[in-house]
């Protein structure tokens, strides 16, 4: 599986539906930390169909600031 956000294949699955239906899973990117649900609007979930805006697949994520400094 690919990540929505980075497209890079650094995914786990962190959660699944509790009473075994499959209803939903959640993600997280190992390389970008972003999260999602399975049952997300496919305009969240389909990279073809996202804002290129939200896109962090040809961005070198070192070199973004933190929002929140280290103390």
Known sequence: MKCVRCLTDEVQVVARAPDGSEAW???????????????????????????PAFQLDQVDLSELPSPLPAP
Do not use: A, M, T
């Not at 899973?25 to 804002?51: A, K, T």
């Open 25 to 51: 899973e959640i993600y997280r990117c190992l390389r970008c930390n972003y999260g999602w649900r399975s049952s997300e609007p496919v305009e969240i979930i389909d990279p073809e169909r996202r804002d």
